[in-house]
């Protein structure tokens, strides 16, 4: 390991090398000075205890790399709800204003009809004047 004390998350399969390569020599030492019978009964347990580390370190490893991975992925996913939330936002815009629109070409349709009444109307009325002091008879018939 680099550093004492270093978060057991970031724990490396490396790392775990380095410490059963530090725990080996320590042991050679030992055998050198005490003999081996000094570490023959400690040794299966440490040789154990390293194997769970590795294998610790390992899953470890794997729960990183996906964590980086789910990290990325919901930042995708935010920016694409982001997005649609942009789009939905003009969506809802040019929906108000076709619905402005139409609620203007209603009152202008409304108006234009009205007014085409009226001028009719008038045309119809002013004929029947115009044929009455021509001395014809023109009964007229209005357009509603």
Do not use: W
């Amino acid at each position: 390991m680099s550093a004492k004390g270093e978060d057991l998350v970031t724990l490396s399969t490396v790392d775990v090398y380095e410490l059963a390569s530090v725990i080996g020599s320590q042991f050679e030492k030992l055998i050198d000075s005490y003999g081996s019978d000094s570490v023959a009964n400690l040794m299966p347990t440490v040789i154990r205890v390293l194997e769970h580390l590795e294998e610790l370190a390992k899953f470890s490893e794997s729960e990183r790399a996906e964590t980086v991975e789910l990290k990325f992925t919901i930042e995708r996913l935010l920016a694409e709800k982001k997005l649609k939330a942009e789009e939905r936002v003009k969506y809802e815009k040019v929906v108000c204003l076709l619905f402005f629109m139409g609620k203007v070409l209603c009152h202008f349709t409304k108006f234009v009809g009205k007014t085409t009444i009226s001028i009719l109307h008038d045309a119809q009325l002013l004929m029947s004047k115009q044929q009455q002091m021509r001395g014809g008879m023109y009964i007229p018939t209005y357009i509603f």
